[in-house]
């Protein structure tokens, strides 16, 4: 017993000390007593400085740096994707666009085939209101008595990218799952055509759509990735500001939107993980200079960095408190340097009052669901075809139409 009280007296002591020492107590300190010396770091660590005061902090990875893959390549992900970690890395900026299409066209191009292959039956070019467009047909498509589709902006910085290459590593997986046909719209890029080019080219195909080819928006949903998805909430901004006898019925958004890793803010400081993941994503890195604006932002603005921070060009600075802006799924890997920004995006939008679910990736990278026969890629498009489906119209096919009069009549 002498020993218990021993030790409950101690007990009592320190919870004393303890409350005396602020940890328990939320009162203000008495004005007799000094208030505690603030403590600030004799050097701070800026994005640029090199490492210079590696003393002080760790020091962020330098763009110059990270071209090397990232040691770190986690256990719990597929074997498709450990290979890829442990091997890929962003490669040297190319001097100029024409490099870094033909360079982005190599790459991509075979994977994109592969895709079409896999899950579509067939493609047609064509053009919309002035814009070149492809048509993809997934297999085992059967039409539907209410027309519906499959809205398709692919990614590549506005300056790279193709619907008869890249586009279908993306949009082939997704249209075949959620058995949509899809529709790949070839906007203008630069820097042969800046900003607003890309924009109007997508306003003019979605306008004709809804109003001369007679698609209802309920019958329509869009997907975008990189500067595809910046360029669908760009869209959706830009319908959100049409006057309101160009706006109504003729120009509503879409059934649902789905946006992986979107390009939504193109100004400089576009969110922490542009620094603190450059180096880890394997696809993407900061720019040389992340306190500046991106050489890729400038060409799309014509380097008038004065519009950079314009809802139509960066949709996260835009508006989405008392605006209707359809059911959003946002996709992201967890190496992703554009997170950051991806989750701000989600944040404004969850705090107006918008439909919007956020859906990231356990140590993925930079619109990882291109590489579409990786299993974590799968899951993700799948998800995506889903969320699409889930948000049209369930309208029977002509083929379950007859066959569901038929057996009525047994």
Same mark, same amino acid.
């Given at each position: 017993m002498a020993r218990? +009280?021993? #030790?409950?007296? +101690?007990?009592c002591l320190c919870l004393v000390a303890t409350a005396e020492a602020g940890f328990f107590s939320r009162n203000k300190a008495s004005p007799a007593q000094a208030a505690p010396a603030v403590v600030t770091p004799s050097n701070t660590c800026s994005s640029t400085d090199g490492g210079a005061c590696a003393g002080e902090c760790t020091a962020p990875h330098r763009p110059a740096d990270s071209v090397k893959p990232y040691c770190y390549v986690p256990k719990h992900v597929s074997k498709e994707a450990q #290979?890829? !970690?442990?091997?890929?890395?962003?490669k040297e900026f190319l001097p100029d666009i024409p490099q870094q299409r033909a360079y982005f066209d190599a790459r991509t191009t075979p994977i994109g085939t592969a895709a079409a292959a896999t899950f579509l039956q067939s493609t047609e070019d064509a053009t919309i209101a002035g814009v070149p467009v492809v048509y993809g047909t997934p297999k085992g498509y059967t039409s539907s008595v209410s027309k519906q589709l499959l809205l398709y902006f692919h990614g590549g910085a506005y300056s790279l990218g193709s619907c008869k290459s890249s586009a279908w590593m993306i949009a082939a997986p997704v249209a075949h799952a959620a058995g949509l046909q899809v529709l790949c719209v070839e906007y203008r +890029?630069?820097? =042969?055509? &800046?900003? &607003?080019?890309?924009? *109007? *080219?997508?306003?003019?195909?979605?306008?004709?759509? !809804?109003? =001369?080819e007679g698609y209802s928006a309920h019958n329509i949903v869009m997907l975008g990735d990189s500067a595809g998805g910046g360029l669908?909430?760009?869209? +959706?901004?830009l319908i959100n500001q049409l006057p309101d006898e160009q706006q109504h019925d003729a120009i509503d958004t879409p059934a649902a939107v789905v946006l992986y890793s979107p390009w939504v803010d193109l100004s400089p400081h576009g969110g922490d993980s542009i620094v603190t993941l450059t180096g880890v994503d394997p696809m993407l890195r900061a720019p040389n200079d992340p306190d500046s604006p991106s050489p890729a932002a400038l060409a799309y603005v014509a380097g008038n960095a004065s519009l950079l921070s314009d809802p139509l060009v960066s949709p996260l600075h835009g508006t989405y408190d008392d605006v209707h802006f359809p059911p959003t799924l946002i996709q992201v890997g967890l190496r992703d340097i554009l997170i950051s920004s991806n989750v701000l995006l989600y944040r404004k939008m969850h705090a107006a009052g918008q439909l919007v679910t956020f859906s990231p990736y356990e140590a993925m990278w930079h619109v990882f669901q291109a590489f579409w026969n990786f299993p974590e890629a799968q899951a993700a498009n799948q998800e995506a075809a889903d969320f699409l489906r889930d948000h049209l119209p369930q309208h029977a096919s002509q083929q379950d139409a007859g066959e569901a009069a038929g057996d009525s009549s047994l």
């Open positions: 218990l +009280l021993v #030790a409950l007296s +101690l007990v #290979a890829y !970690l442990s091997a890929a890395h962003p +890029l630069v820097p =042969e055509h &800046p900003f &607003p080019a890309a924009l *109007d *080219d997508a306003l003019a195909v979605y306008r004709h759509l !809804l109003v =001369e669908i909430m760009a869209l +959706l901004q």
